[in-house]
């Protein structure tokens, strides 16, 4: 049982979205939020029967148990987004120059850091190429790992967990989106989490619990996935998910989780008028005997909804249903204009 991701790991749709950890996918929820989901589905799979194995059956649960189900999916994903390191603390997103690119609070640097919250200057970042220094100006307070930085070398996101730098409640980090090298930086007392309220979600409909068929393609493939910077990269694709919904058939090509799990992006006729207009995501766990429940009540925004900031994936053409999929959860307020 999932709920939310960061961006991504360092793939095009993984570093593209970034939902899920800093640096890899809108992503997976917190300890807190696990642990907590954890417990919930431990519990439901004793009442259902389920096997120890882990697996979700592919037979419809109760209507009680599948109720308790989404309930307890919704809270998770809630404790995920009101996360103190989570998307709803991103306050900035600022590309760097090659050479030196100064970092604070003054207006006049490349990249600017929420006001109050650091020195006017900081220090500068000095990018060489794909090599990104950074070099702390004295008295600044920057730190790492809660140790003191005066001068250090930066990976980025794409390859692994980038190394975080700190000034009290902010913090910042160098993200890579194809050729270009960002920073992000996050606020844990952004206005913007602090004002969340919640996300709106259509009621549950077991209707949209769908068991779908895989068809695995027959060799290795990959599907060009664009992202709203409007980059686009090759995506590994492990098959194709067929559904039937109303008496009609539908596909959505699915991308490669890692784990053996699938991730399905995709759009419908909800989307820029229930829901958010660049769709939403949906995973699923590992198919099973060329089946996998698809299950849209449990289809999530992208971190893109919530701030401007991210640098989401967006469904594929293909992906793009001719069926209003009134499950899961609707549009949230501005976020990223697409």
């Known amino acids: 049982m999932r709920t939310s991701k960061p961006d991504r790991r360092p793939t095009a749709r993984r570093v593209a979205r970034d939902r899920r950890r800093p640096g890899r996918r809108a992503g997976r929820l917190r300890p807190i939020a696990a642990a907590a989901l954890a417990a919930a589905c431990a519990a439901l799979a004793a009442a259902a029967g389920w096997a120890a194995a882990g697996d979700a059956s592919l037979a419809a649960p109760s209507p009680d148990a599948y109720r308790h189900e989404i309930d307890a999916w919704r809270a998770a994903r809630?404790?995920?987004l009101r996360d103190p390191n989570g998307w709803l603390t991103l306050v900035g997103l600022f590309w760097l120059d090659e050479g030196d690119n100064r970092f604070g609070s003054d207006p006049g640097n490349r990249v600017v850091l929420p006001a109050g919250r650091a020195p006017a200057f900081a220090g500068t970042l000095v990018?060489?190429?794909?090599?990104?220094?950074?070099?702390?100006?004295?008295?600044?307070?920057?730190?790492?790992?809660?140790?003191?930085?005066t001068e250090m070398s930066l990976a980025p996101d794409a390859k692994g967990k980038p190394k975080v730098l700190s000034l009290g409640s902010v913090s910042f980090f160098v993200i890579k989106r194809g050729d270009r090298l960002g920073?992000?930086?996050?606020?844990?007392?952004?206005?913007?989490?602090?004002?969340?309220?919640?996300?709106?979600?259509?009621?549950?409909?077991?209707?949209?619990?769908?068991?779908?068929?895989?068809?695995?393609?027959?060799?290795?493939?990959?599907?060009p996935i664009t992202n709203v910077l409007g980059m686009t990269e090759q995506e590994p694709s492990p098959g194709v998910v067929?559904?039937?919904?109303?008496g009609k058939t539908y596909r959505l090509d699915a991308l490669d989780n890692g784990d053996g799990t699938l991730e399905l992006l995709?759009?419908?006729?909800?989307?820029?008028?229930?829901?958010y207009g660049a769709g939403r995501f949906l995973d699923t766990d590992p198919p099973?005997?060329?089946?996998?429940?698809?299950?849209?009540n449990k289809a999530y925004n992208p971190p893109c909804a919530f701030t401007t900031f991210a640098t989401?994936?967006?469904?594929?053409?293909?992906?793009r249903l001719a069926v209003a999929v009134t499950a899961g959860e609707k549009k949230y307020g501005k976020g990223h204009p697409h």
């Open 183 to 223: 920073v992000r930086v996050k606020d844990s007392q952004s206005p913007t989490l602090a004002a969340f309220h919640g996300v709106e979600s259509y009621p549950a409909d077991a209707g949209w619990r769908v068991v779908a068929r895989f068809e695995p393609h027959p060799r290795p493939t990959s599907i």
């Open 288 to 296: 099973r005997d060329g089946k996998v429940v698809v299950d849209f």
């Open 78 to 80: 809630d404790a995920s």
């Open 266 to 275: 995709f759009a419908d006729a909800t989307s820029g008028r229930e829901t």
């Open 242 to 246: 067929v559904f039937e919904h109303g």
């Open 312 to 319: 989401c994936p967006l469904p594929p053409r293909q992906n």
């Open 127 to 149: 990018r060489h190429g794909g090599a990104v220094t950074v070099r702390a100006e004295a008295g600044s307070g920057l730190e790492s790992d809660g140790r003191p930085v």
